[in-house]
T-cell receptor, first 114, second 110 residues
Framework: NAGVMQNPRHLVRRRGQEARLRCSPM?????VYWYRQLPEEGLKFMVY????????ESGMPKERFSAEFPKEGPSILRIQQVVRGDSAAYFC????????????FGPGTRLTVT | QQQVKQSPQSLIVQKGGISIINCAYE??????FPWYQQFPGKGPALLIA?????SEKKEGRFTISFNKSAKQFSLHIMDSQPGDSATYFC?????????FGAGTRLTVKP
């Protein structure tokens, strides 16, 4: 059973460009969560999605950031007009259960903004 | 607002020793307490988790001790091995919220 897949693993963008991060949950999981991790820090919740629905986006900045989990295909975290402060590791997790329980994390996408 | 406090920040243990990492939470509504292990460049891996209706859970060399009245829980790694060297995160969650501790970097010396 394949785990959570994320791609790309590393992404370099210049300031002002767009970053698109993709996440495919574990088979049978319909709940997806995105987290951001800065070096030497813990994980900060960004957004919780189910298929075609955003359940909780309280941790996501109101501007430049958006997320979706379409009926078909992976979940996408999109960052428009990236700035240096967006440089971080972005992790996706999936769960078979509703809520913030039993989450399994992907390997992450390391975004570097130059 | 930090709702889960984790200590120590870093820990060095000799091979074969016991590693102990502590966490304290504030919100009594939390009802699920997982521990994650993260190696450099990798994603966090779910290690073990506990519900507040039990005081201890053991899986192999890993044990969670839970003190509901004190709002504290801890991870014990018995017979620590160099391969256990990683960063460990505790977390506390409920149906609509999850908070992580800041992490403990564990080094097990051979």
């Amino acid at each position: 059973n394949a785990g959570v897949m994320q791609n790309p693993r590393h992404l370099v963008r210049r300031r002002g460009q767009e970053a698109r991060l993709r996440c495919s949950p574990m088979k049978g999981h319909s709940h997806v969560y995105w987290y951001r991790q800065l070096p030497e820090e813990g994980l900060k919740f960004m957004v919780y999605l189910q298929k075609e629905n955003i359940i909780d986006e309280s941790g996501m900045p109101k501007e430049r950031f958006s997320a979706e989990f379409p009926k078909e295909g992976p979940s996408i975290l999109r960052i428009q007009q990236v700035v240096r402060g967006d440089s971080a590791a972005y992790f996706c997790a999936s769960s078979p259960r509703q809520g913030f329980y039993e989450q399994y994390f992907g390997p992450g996408t390391r975004l570097t903004v130059t | 607002q930090q709702q889960v406090k984790q200590s120590p920040q870093s820990l060095i243990v000799q091979k074969g020793g016991i590693s102990i990492i502590n966490c304290a939470y504030e919100n009594t509504a939390f009802d699920y307490f997982p521990w994650y292990q993260q190696f450099p460049g990798k994603g966090p891996a779910l290690l073990i988790a506990i519900r507040p209706d039990v005081s201890e859970k053991k899986e192999g060399r890993f044990t969670i001790s839970f003190n509901k009245s004190a709002k504290q829980f801890s991870l014990h790694i018995m017979d620590s091995q160099p391969g256990d060297s990683a960063t460990y995160f505790c977390a506390a969650s409920r149906v609509n919220d999850m908070r992580f501790g800041a992490g403990t970097r564990l080094t097990v010396k051979p």
